[in-house]
């Protein structure tokens, strides 16, 4: 199985700070990795995929990039709904996701 | 717009199989457009993929689960169902599932989940 490792596992962060989550795989995944965003009592909300293709209505203060097997996901000046918990996900050999990265208000 | 909702028991004694129902609104599980998943996250633990349907005769599983799990669908209800055998209190945890779609671009397919339910809690126990 292909491990995905996020760092940090949490995160404080105010509204307006630019923040950023990696993920690295534990073997090359090329850009096939997904980024979701999860809210307590909500199910997953997938925000980018193919590493760096935003979804459709997805805010643009939001970022993925990179390839092989680091990635990182970028949020430009947090707003106060995007205080959830952030997850990878790759999509080149079966399916495995990330921890998931928590990010609360400081 | 498509709406995903799990049911299913709560309890599942050890050894004996658990089978759970996905229910699928907005959309239909048998357009050959999307495949279908199932999920599960033990407690503080990263997401599991344990499987997927696409069609009423292809489906794909996790390795780790294969032996065990059984998905299936039932087009006249517009629904898919898990079945995962011999479990053990290893097998509690939030069950998900999910709506899985591809997009083509450099030539090639690029996976994605863009619809999931609410999830359901899972115990087993005696």
């Known amino acids: 199985d292909i491990q995905m490792t996020q760092s940090p596992s949490s995160l404080s962060a105010s509204v307006g700070d630019r923040v950023t989550i990696s993920c690295r795989a534990s073997q090359t995944i090329s850009r096939y990795l997904n980024w979701y965003q999860w809210k307590p009592g909500k199910p997953p909300n997938l925000l980018i995929y193919a590493a760096a293709t935003l979804r459709t209505g997805v805010p643009s203060r939001f970022s993925g990039s990179g390839s092989g097997t680091d990635f990182t996901l970028t949020i430009s000046s947090l707003q106060p709904e995007d205080f959830a918990t952030y997850f990878c996900q790759q999509s080149y050999s079966s399916y495995t996701f990330g921890q998931g990265t928590k990010l609360e208000i400081k | 717009q498509v709406q995903l909702q799990e049911s299913g028991p709560g309890l599942v004694k050890p050894s004996q199989t658990l089978s759970l129902t996905c229910t699928v609104s907005?959309?239909?599980?048998?357009?050959?457009?999307?495949?279908w998943s199932w999920m599960r996250q033990p407690a503080g633990k990263p997401l599991e993929w344990l499987g997927r349907l696409y069609t009423t005769e292809n489906t794909n599983y996790n390795p780790s689960f294969e032996s065990r799990v059984t998905i299936s669908m039932d087009t006249s209800k517009n629904q898919f169902s898990l079945k995962l055998s011999f479990v053990t209190a290893a097998d509690t945890a939030v069950y998900y599932c999910?709506?899985?779609?591809?997009?083509?671009?450099?030539?090639?397919?690029?996976?994605?989940?863009?619809?999931w339910g609410q999830g359901t809690l899972v115990t087993v126990s005696s």
């Open positions: 999910a709506r899985e779609r591809y997009t083509v671009f450099d030539s090639r397919r690029w996976h994605y989940f863009d619809s």
């Open positions: 907005g959309a239909s599980i048998i357009s050959g457009t999307y495949y």
